[in-house]
Nanobody, 122 residues
């Protein structure tokens, strides 16, 4: 069983930055790929980025490439999402999730956090 808890969301002006954190329970954190997804009302959950268990592989959605950076600290069981140059269209609830596989499909993720709201004002 893996429990995930996100933090760091909030309200920021366009062009600003936020750093999200996701703390995980369990002793096998480094064996899981960790992904960030986001969702707005009425829309499906959207892939943002994923990092492999070792941290050596990352992948990003085109919409965030060059602005967002995912990283992880396996000693702290934590994954981070640094978000720079934020845009109003980045407004969403952001979720972290874990998967045995390095994937972008949310169906491949078995454990999810409760989500944290990110609001970017124009």
């Amino acid at each position: 069983q893996v429990q995930l808890v996100e933090s760091g969301g909030g309200l920021v002006q366009a062009g600003g930055s936020l750093r999200l954190s996701c703390a995980a329970s369990g002793r096998t954190f480094s064996t899981y790929a960790m992904g960030w997804f986001r969702q707005t009302p009425g829309k499906e959950r959207e892939f943002v980025t994923v990092i492999s268990g070792s941290g050596s592989l990352t992948s990003y959605a085109n919409s965030v490439k060059g602005r967002f950076t995912i990283s992880r600290d396996n000693a702290k069981n934590t994954v981070y999402l640094q978000m720079n140059s934020l845009k109003p269209e980045d407004t969403a609830v952001y979720y972290c999730a874990s998967s045995r596989y390095f994937r972008s499909d949310p169906k491949e993720y078995g454990y999810w956090g409760q989500g944290t709201q990110v609001t970017v004002s124009s």
